[in-house]
């Protein structure tokens, strides 16, 4: 299980980011090692107009084309890479795959459930792994609060839901709900590695992030967590919001071997 917080990168940013000049300035202090060049590639991969400004909350545009910018070389493409290494089931990603099954404490087990043939036949297993993005908080009251209004659903955002802890910081019914199918899906992955349940009180309908033939990220299916549409959605389709983050494009430019090296990933 792999995600991210839809605002990860607002905790990381300095609210007085309001122009092109912060935002690199913030970008170049974050990454030092990174050139120009690629920083003038984020920046258009990011333009500031895909960003809406919240004035009454002091949020300007520019803050929160930083702020994702961050969230993305962080936390997202990262998890992405993950995901498609680990969980893609394409063939030919099975010989770089991170998991190796021969070599596995486990491997015994692995050898009883689906037989040692199948497991040198295949030389690498994958698990199913299970992608989201988190798109609520019950901190932005308390955030508020505390002066802190640009952070939204930041870095931290989802310890209250997974421990079952809102009622500190926001008692409201959909808080209050999102908290035990949180808590009850990661105990449900947890004990026995699918984080959904017909019976019980977890997150439904969470899928893994790649089923049956697969390409790549263009299959890859994630899950919305909160936000008013809990739902499976592709990368570049299905929930608007995801679409409108463009991770796909996005990602593949930071994931590629030229901006790792720069980042020493």
């Not at 995600?3 to 990168?9: A, I, L, P, R, V």
């Not at 037989?115 to 989201?132: D, K, N, T």
């Not at 409201?172 to 992955?189: I, V």
């Not at 089923?211 to 967590?225: P, R």
């Amino acid at each position: 299980m792999i995600g991210w917080n839809h605002d990860d990168g607002s905790l990381f940013t300095a609210p007085t980011v309001k122009t092109e000049s912060d935002s690199r300035a913030s970008l170049q202090k974050s990454f030092p090692a990174m050139t120009a060049s690629t920083l003038d590639r984020l920046l258009g991969l990011y333009p500031a107009w895909d960003f809406e400004p919240v004035p009454a909350l002091n949020i300007t545009s520019e803050f929160l084309r930083a702020s994702r910018i961050f969230r993305d070389v962080e936390f997202t493409c990262g998890a992405l890479f993950v995901a498609d290494i680990v969980g893609n089931p394409r063939p030919e990603l099975h010989q770089t795959s991170i998991y190796h099954a021969e070599s596995s404490p486990s491997s015994n087990i692995l050898q009883k459930v689906i037989g040692s043939h199948e497991i040198q036949h295949h030389h690498q297993l994958s698990p199913p792994i299970f992608v989201y993005e988190l798109n609520q908080s019950s901190l932005t009251q308390f955030f508020i609060a505390q002066g802190f209004t640009q952070l939204e659903i930041s870095h931290i955002a989802d310890i209250p839901y997974v421990f079952d802890e809102v009622s500190k910081f926001n008692d409201s019914a959909s808080n209050m709900l999102l908290a035990k199918q949180m808590t009850g899906s990661w105990t449900r992955f947890a004990t026995s590695g699918v984080p959904s349940s017909p019976k019980g009180t977890t997150l439904k309908g969470w899928t893994p992030a790649f089923e049956g033939k697969s390409t790549g990220l263009d299959d890859l299916q994630l899950y919305v967590i909160g936000g008013g549409s809990p739902e499976m959605t592709g990368l570049h389709g299905g929930n608007v919001e995801i679409a409108k983050e463009r991770l796909l494009e996005r990602c593949t430019f930071i994931n590629s071997e030229k901006v790792q090296k720069e980042l020493g990933t």
